[in-house]
């Protein structure tokens, strides 16, 4: 499905008094908190205006602006992100992450193949209407601004990343992959499969990483998150979903990522004998062979890993076929 989508219906924002705001304030996050100029916004078109104590008004609803989400890509957690806020919702005090409209585009290559990359707000948009009540996506819902910015408004999950989750189990890996990882790879498997009610729809998650699995503390699902990435496909609607389940598979099976130069580092011989048969099409520097390194995972398992290796002949074409494989390892693992 592409960019286009029925326009959602413009709100014009309630009138609030700085008084009322205030009350709210002092009632919601205490007195002592409550700034002494307001600076109340209905246009967030320039989302770098949009700062730490400001008020914005969607819809009916007042939200104080408490600070910027942050990027956590690769492990950086210094580069925020001045168009995702937190906020607090000071209609009922809950807590609120409020996405900002921000035009964005690149192509990202995966082998030979390259994909333009873009944010779409109204993806987005359609996509917390499409799961919503489904316990595998972050909930949530989009209204438009005094400008007509497609603004989402989505709910804090408290909780860690599943990526930061799988490192605390486990003495080793060994003692992580026979005793933890069964329960995870079930996990997983039920991620591919809202990923599925995604495809089944026409929709694309269009930025599938670690990082955006929250582990949420209040149900223990994890959960999808962030689905404004779109891009412009060729033959496969869906390849580039697929590619990034199959990165975070690699990352469970591996109990991290397995890296070239951390054979290396540690004098591993498996590190003389490395092919491109054995790394990541995406992450040349990663291994997706694994059974290299720890010959007791399973050869089905092994198998999946390998279509999203850099010398792969076969890929998945969509999830149907990777839950099939899946679903064949996993009865497996449970014979070990």
């Not at 205490?30 to 104590?53: E, S």
């Not at 316990?135 to 804090?156: E, H, K, T, Y």
Request: hydrophobic content about 35%; proline content about 3%; overall charge negative.
């Amino acid at each position: 499905m592409g960019d286009t989508m029925e326009e959602i219906v413009q709100t014009t924002p309630k009138q609030f008094s700085h008084d009322e705001l205030k009350n709210r304030i002092a009632h919601w996050v205490g007195p002592n908190h409550v700034p002494k100029q307001l600076n109340v916004i209905t246009d967030t078109t320039d989302f770098f205006r949009v700062d730490y104590d400001d008020v914005v008004i969607l819809g009916d609803r007042p939200y104080l602006i408490r600070n910027n989400e942050r990027e956590g890509r690769f492990g950086i957690d210094e580069q925020q992100k001045f168009w995702v806020k937190r906020a607090r919702d000071l209609s009922d005090g809950s807590v609120k992450i409020i996405k900002l409209v921000f035009r964005e585009r690149f192509q990202s290559r995966v082998g030979g193949i390259v994909f333009d990359c873009y944010r779409s707000p109204k993806k987005e948009a359609r996509i917390l209407d499409l799961t919503k009540g489904h316990p595998r996506f972050m909930q949530g819902f989009s209204l438009n601004d005094s400008s007509n910015n497609v603004i989402r408004i989505a709910d804090f999950i408290k909780g860690k990343t599943l990526a930061d989750t799988i490192l605390q189990f486990g003495r080793d890996h060994e003692d992580y992959f026979y005793h933890y990882f069964p329960t995870i790879f079930d996990e997983y498997i039920e991620l591919v499969e809202a990923i599925q009610f995604l495809h089944q729809r026409g929709e694309k998650h269009g930025d599938i990483r670690r990082d955006h699995v929250i582990k949420d503390e209040a149900t223990g699902n994890c959960r999808w998150i962030d689905f404004d990435f779109n891009y412009m496909h060729g033959e496969n609607m869906f390849g580039y979903d697929l590619f990034g389940l199959g990165n975070i598979l690699a990352y469970l099976v591996g109990r991290g990522d397995v890296t070239v130069q951390q054979l290396r580092d540690s004098g591993s011989p498996v590190a003389e004998r490395l092919t491109s048969y054995d790394v990541n099409i995406i992450f040349n520097n990663r291994l997706v062979n694994l059974k290299k390194v720890y010959p007791y995972v399973p050869d089905d398992l092994n198998f999946i890993l390998m279509h999203f290796s850099a010398d792969a002949d076969v890929f998945y074409d969509n999830t149907h076929q990777l839950l099939h494989d899946l679903g064949e390892a996993r009865n497996k693992l449970k014979t070990l």
